[in-house]
């Protein structure tokens, strides 16, 4: 059963990977590595069940947690286009579409 | 058995993504595929029983070094839209080519004389390994061999490496971090902008 569910796992992480190499938009991209995170953090807890080493499922959570501080810190940019305001007065910047 | 197929999978995708972060133009698309890259090939580090160096991964290669390259992808950006595309090639790539060729050839030479892995006769087996398996535990009470090694035998050095970090940390953080008074950093196309 954990074989079947590691399996599924991985073939959601293609589909994810093969949502951030086609894009098109960012909030696309950006999805995808957040889904891909989360696909990362549910193969290894199911392939610490099946190794038998629990311990693992540490990584796991530093995982999750590493993930949403990443998603986050690319959501600022796109919207605000800079780590260090808070306002808009970036107007310059784009928000959304590269292309 | 299972993790030869595991293994194979998840280093197809790390492949793939190489391929396409070496074939795109767009940085901040390259970016959430460095993302990507660093989760899967800790996610090979599991696999392969190593959790601490995926532990390391997952906080410097998905962690910080994605939220340091946004960051300065947002600092160097151009002024022309779309600001996160690459600036067009103005030279060809042969000498880094064959360089990183010659490179690769020299690293995968290196690895015949490599003893197989999980091999008993291999030199990190023979060495010391078997004194810090041996004596680490009443030594420092420590039960992971390798939180002993680090934390207490090599206790100093760690200290050192600290120290290190901590002064990357400072300087980065003065770097790209902090508050900026609004009028300094100007782009042209702000400063167009004011005129007008």
Do not use: C
């Not at chain 1, 990443?70 to 919207?79: D, H, N, P, S």
């Not at chain 2, 901040?28 to 993302?35: D, K, P, T, Y």
């Not at chain 2, 050095?157 to 003065?174: K, Y």
């Amino acid at each position: 059963m954990y074989i079947a569910a590691s399996l599924a796992i991985l073939v959601t992480m293609g589909l994810a990977l093969a949502r951030a190499l086609s894009g098109p938009t960012t909030y696309d991209r950006i999805a995808a590595v957040n889904m891909h995170g989360t696909k990362t953090v549910l193969l290894i807890a199911v392939f610490a069940f099946l190794s038998g080493r629990t311990d693992v499922l540490d990584i796991a959570l530093v995982y999750a947690l590493i993930n949403f501080i990443g998603v986050v810190a690319a959501l600022k940019l796109v919207e605000n286009g800079n780590f260090h305001t808070s306002d808009h007065y970036d107007d310059d910047v784009k928000e959304g579409e590269p292309k | 058995m299972f993790d030869v197929v595991v293994d194979i999978v998840l280093l197809t995708f790390l492949a793939t993504t190489s391929f396409a972060i070496m074939r795109m133009t767009n940085l901040f698309a390259i970016i959430m595929l460095f993302g990507i890259f660093s989760l899967l090939s800790a996610g090979l580090f599991v696999v392969m029983d190593a959790p601490d160096v995926a532990f390391t991964e997952a906080a410097v290669g998905a962690g910080i070094s994605t939220v340091l390259m946004l960051t300065t992808l947002a600092l160097v950006k151009r002024s022309k839209e779309p600001y996160y595309d690459e600036a067009p090639k103005t030279h060809t790539a042969w000498l880094p080519l064959i360089v990183v060729i010659v490179t690769g050839s020299a690293l995968i030479y290196g690895t015949w004389d490599i003893p197989n892995f999980g091999s008993a006769d291999a030199p990190s087996q023979t060495h010391v390994a078997r004194f810090y398996l041996e004596n680490s535990l009443p030594d420092t009470g420590v039960p992971n061999t390798v939180t002993a090694v680090l934390a207490s035998y090599r206790g100093f050095d760690t200290l050192g490496e600290v120290t290190v970090i901590f002064t990357a940390a400072v300087a980065v953080m003065l770097l790209i971090g902090g508050k900026r008074p609004k009028s300094v950093p100007k782009t042209e196309g702000e400063e167009a902008k004011d005129e007008a």
